[in-house]
């Protein structure tokens, strides 16, 4: 059963608004949270992550928000950029080597 | 980016027969994994090792097997390969023990089994 939850597979949003991408996840155990960012024939790349003792991370554009009693994660990008239109994967680890990842958001920015 | 290479970068092959793909770091990485991504489903861990002949099963491992006898490459094997098994693997690295925990993958290979 999935532990990392991506509902929404897809998102489409104009070009300077913000993106918002959501993940939830059901073991409480986890207590690392990684956002991942892929485009097509390449690897994931790595683009932000928090810890459970952390509420917000922010790095540039990109904001990751964690609620813990929800077991929910968000990322924020401000503003989206086209280059931002790619696959977003959002991971969680309950120990220093395993992640355990979503299904994936489609992002695209539009014009 | 990490000094990550997967060969091949694509391939077809028939049911039933074997299929290596290598995955190669020059980040001299503790911990490498093999990854397969399908649509739907994410990326799903197969084999990973943390270190030089120590190997351990992740969620999808059957049909799978794994091998590293060097710190530098990992190797997964499709023993009899299957139609199921026609997916993008994702070799990834990380140095972990302790954070941190990121992983860095890369650039996959697209194997179709027909």
């Known amino acids: 059963d999935q532990q990392v939850k991506q509902n929404s597979p897809s998102l489409s949003v104009q070009e300077g608004r913000i993106s918002i991408l959501n993940c939830d996840y059901t073991n409480s155990m986890f207590d690392y949270f990684l956002w991942y960012k892929k485009y097509p024939a390449e690897g994931p790349t790595f683009l932000i992550s928090?810890?459970?003792?952390?509420d917000k991370n922010e790095d540039g554009r990109f904001t990751v928000f964690l609620n813990k009693s929800a077991k929910h994660l968000s990322l924020h990008i401000v503003p989206s950029q086209p280059g931002d239109s790619a696959v977003y994967f959002c991971?969680?680890?309950?120990?220093?080597?395993?992640?355990?990842f979503g299904a994936g958001t489609t992002v695209t920015v539009r014009a | 980016d990490a000094g990550i290479t997967q060969s091949p970068r694509h391939k077809v092959t028939e049911t039933g027969t074997p299929v290596t793909l290598r995955c190669h770091q020059t980040e001299n990485h503790r911990y490498m994994y093999w990854y397969r991504q399908d649509p739907g489903h994410g990326l799903r861990l197969i084999h990973y090792s943390y270190g030089v002949k120590d190997t351990d099963k992740g969620e999808v491992s059957d049909g799978y097997s794994v091998s590293r006898s060097k710190t530098e490459d990992f190797l997964l094997t499709l023993e009899s390969a299957t139609s199921s098994q026609t997916s993008v693997y994702f070799c990834?690295?990380?140095?972990?023990?302790?954070?941190?925990?990121?992983?860095?993958f890369g650039p996959g290979t697209r194997l179709t089994v027909t």
């Open positions: 991971a969680a680890s309950e120990d220093d080597y395993k992640l355990s």
């Open positions: 928090i810890s459970s003792i952390k």
């Open positions: 990834a690295i990380s140095e972990a023990l302790g954070g941190p925990y990121e992983q860095y």
